[in-house]
């Protein structure tokens, strides 16, 4: 089956610095979203991105569908920011999502 | 925004109980999925249900589970004699692709502890 694989697995910023998030998956996919697992566990979705280019905030990301992989990018990190970004793949319609291993970020005030 | 919803946010169970999940996805998908969490792991597929059967499960999805969709609405999980492995959160979740921009949409999720 696909494989998804993300780096780096953890990641420590300072509060305000930018950072780079990336997903390489094995195989071609028809979605691609990336999510925040905040605190309590709850995840929230941030982009559906199976190819382009988004931006919502501080918050943009980036899927080259030719050549697998996405990459989520974190501008002036806040302390929020925290938690494990996942993202998450399929390959056919209404199939299982299959989730990478997460980034663990932690903003330091 | 629609959202799915979940019950309970926590559950304590005795080994060998059985629990019921309980889930309302957003009412226009098509698509209902069960995923799991175990603490400090990534989120795992159970299974992924539409047209009122199962469509997929994973190898975790053993004989002691079954999902079911009893109503219009609810979506339910069930686990008929819980381990103390099966202590984890778990997810539901909906998607509808035939929506121009569609995504999977996931529940707050259950905490179960089992003990």
């Known amino acids: 089956g696909i494989q998804v694989e993300q780096s780096p697995p953890d990641l420590i910023l300072q509060e305000g610095a930018n950072s780079t998030l990336r997903c390489n998956f094995s195989?071609?996919?028809?979605?691609l979203q990336w999510f925040h697992q905040n605190p309590w566990g709850q995840l929230i979705n941030l982009f559906y991105?199976?190819?382009g280019t988004k931006q919502n905030g501080r918050l943009s990301a980036t899927t080259v569908a030719t050549e697998r992989y996405s990459l989520l990018y974190i501008s002036s990190s806040q302390t929020t920011d925290s938690g494990v970004y996942f993202c998450?793949?399929?390959?056919?319609?209404?199939?299982?999502?299959?989730f990478g291993q997460g980034t663990e970020l932690s903003v330091k005030p | 925004e629609p959202e799915v919803t979940q019950t309970p946010s926590h559950q304590v169970t005795q080994m060998g109980q059985e629990v019921i999940l309980r889930c309302v996805p957003i009412s226009n998908h098509l698509y209902f999925y069960w995923y799991r969490q175990i603490l400090g792991q990534k989120v795992e597929f159970l299974v992924s249900?539409?047209?009122?059967?199962?469509?997929?499960k994973s190898e975790i999805f053993d004989d002691q589970f079954s999902v079911e969709r009893p109503d219009g609405s609810n979506f339910t999980l069930k686990i008929r004699s819980t381990k103390l492995e099966d202590s984890a959160m778990y997810f539901c979740?909906?998607?509808?692709?035939?929506?121009?921009?569609?995504?999977?949409?996931f529940g707050s999720g259950t905490r179960l502890t089992v003990v």
């Open positions: 998450a793949v399929s390959y056919n319609q209404g199939g299982k999502l299959i």
């Open positions: 249900f539409y047209n009122n059967e199962i469509s997929e």
């Open positions: 195989d071609s996919v028809n979605n």
């Open positions: 991105i199976p190819s």
């Open positions: 979740a909906s998607s509808d692709p035939a929506a121009a921009n569609y995504g999977y949409t």
